[in-house]
């Protein structure tokens, strides 16, 4: 499986990173949205119903579902400390997938893995 290391690098790769601060919110359940976010640093807080489910640290990736299909934000996601995210639009996804054909499959295992511990909460 793709290391977190292999992961921050396709992240670091991309161009303008974005900074939020701790208890910034990233985006909210059910906003639409067209690209999917890397932690390079920090700690990011996944929240459904107001409550925290789960939270995900450097080299892990969130928000894939509007890249595979699902129109709205599935969760909130809040910045736990400060961080600082890459992300992927659906073009940069297909060419990070072309060049480093694993990183699909972490993008999906991570994707089904919260899915179901999501599916499990509600």
């Not at 921050?8 to 303008?16: A, E």
């Not at 080299?59 to 809040?78: D, K």
Request: no cysteine; glycine share 10%.
């Amino acid at each position: 499986m793709l290391s977190p290391v292999v992961t921050v690098s396709i992240f670091q790769k991309q161009p303008d990173p974005k900074g939020f601060s701790a208890g910034e919110v990233i985006f909210e359940e059910g906003q639409p949205g067209n690209e999917m976010y890397g932690i390079i640093e920090g700690e990011v807080d996944i929240v459904v119903n107001g409550k925290v489910v789960e939270t995900i640290e450097t080299g892990e990736v969130f928000g894939i579902g509007v890249l595979v299909g699902v129109p709205n934000r599935a969760y909130t996601a809040i910045a736990k400390v400060d961080a600082k995210l890459g992300f992927l639009d659906e073009k940069k996804f297909l060419f990070a997938v072309q060049e480093t054909p694993v990183f699909a499959l972490k993008v999906m295992k991570s994707h089904s893995e919260r899915l179901s511990r999501l599916h499990r909460l509600l």
